[in-house]
C-alpha cells in the first residue's frame, strides 16, 4: 500500500542534543512538509519542498533543519538550538499539480526531552 | 492572506444525534478548503475537499460540508454520530498565496467531538 511512514514513533532527546525524524513516502509526490503540533495551537508549518535539493523554510524554522536528496525522503533534524521540542511531528505529501490537491499524513513521531 | 476560525474547540453529542462542527474562513483568493480528521496519536486523515465544483461535498464515513461564500463558512456534519466520530476535526484552507502552487495550508485550532453512548 502507498503512503507516508514516519520513524520512530516516538523519541527521546537529551539536552544539548540533535535528533533526526525520518519521513518516507512511496506516492511518488513531488512535494513534502514538516508540521509541528502543540496541544490547541493547530499545525504549525516548519519546512516544506516542492522538489529534489529544494527546500524552504515554514512558520517556525528557528532550529531545524532539513534535507531532500531523494524525491521518497524528507528527514528532518531538531536542533539543540531548539529550547522547546517537546511535540507531535507529522510529515505529509502532495502532488504539485494545482494548490487544491490535498496533503497525505503519516502517523507522526512524538518527541520529548529526557 | 488566509485564516481560519474553528467556532468550538469542543463539542458533545450523544451516539445516533447530529453532528456539526463549525467553521469560518478568509482567503483573498478563491480557496480550497478541507476537512481532516485526527485520532489520538495518529496522522491526519482526509475527510472531504471542496474545489468549487459544488457547494455541498460529501466525504468519508458518512460526513459532508457545505461552502456559503456569502457566510465565509464551511461547516461540518453528520446525520447521526457513531461512537468511532470522536476524535479531533480540523478544518484547513489552501490557497494561491502570493500566486505559488505550492498548496500552503492553513489549519483552523481543531474542534475535539466527544460521543457519548
Known amino acids: 500500500d502507498g503512503g507516508i511512514t514516519q520513524s520512530p514513533k516516538y523519541l527521546f532527546r537529551k539536552e544539548g542534543q540533535n535528533v533526526t525524524l525520518s519521513c518516507e513516502q512511496n506516492l511518488n509526490h513531488d512535494a513534502m512538509y514538516w508540521y509541528r503540533q502543540d496541544p490547541g495551537q493547530g499545525l504549525r508549518l516548519i519546512y516544506y519542498?516542492?522538489?529534489?535539493?529544494?527546500?524552504q523554510k515554514g512558520d517556525i524554522a528557528e532550529g531545524y533543519s532539513v534535507s531532500r536528496e531523494k524525491k521518497e525522503s524528507f528527514p528532518l533534524t531538531v536542533t539543540s538550538a531548539q529550547k522547546n521540542p517537546t511535540a507531535f511531528y507529522l510529515c505529509?505529501?502532495?502532488?504539485?499539480?494545482?494548490?487544491?490537491?490535498?496533503?497525505?499524513f503519516g502517523d507522526g513521531t512524538r518527541l520529548s526531552i529526557l | 492572506a488566509q485564516s481560519v476560525t474553528q467556532l468550538d474547540s469542543h463539542v458533545s453529542v450523544s451516539e445516533g444525534t447530529p453532528v456539526l462542527l463549525r467553521c469560518n474562513y478568509s482567503s483573498s483568493y478563491s480557496p480550497s478548503l478541507f476537512w481532516y480528521v485526527q485520532h489520538p496519536n495518529k496522522g491526519l486523515q482526509l475527510l472531504l475537499k471542496?474545489?468549487?465544483?459544488?457547494?455541498l461535498v460529501k466525504g468519508i464515513n458518512g460526513f459532508e460540508a457545505e461552502f456559503k461564500k456569502s457566510e465565509t463558512s464551511f461547516h461540518l456534519t453528520k446525520p447521526s454520530a457513531h461512537m468511532s466520530d470522536a476524535a479531533e476535526y480540523f478544518c484547513?484552507?489552501?490557497?494561491?498565496?502570493?500566486?505559488?502552487?505550492?498548496?500552503?495550508?492553513?489549519f483552523g485550532q481543531g474542534t475535539i467531538l466527544t460521543v457519548h453512548p
Open positions: 505529509a505529501s502532495r502532488i504539485t499539480r494545482g494548490f487544491n490537491q490535498p496533503q497525505h
Open positions: 471542496y474545489t468549487s465544483a459544488a457547494t
Open positions: 484547513v484552507v489552501s490557497g494561491r498565496a502570493g500566486g505559488t502552487s505550492y498548496g500552503k495550508l492553513t
Open positions: 519542498s516542492q522538489i529534489v535539493n529544494d527546500f
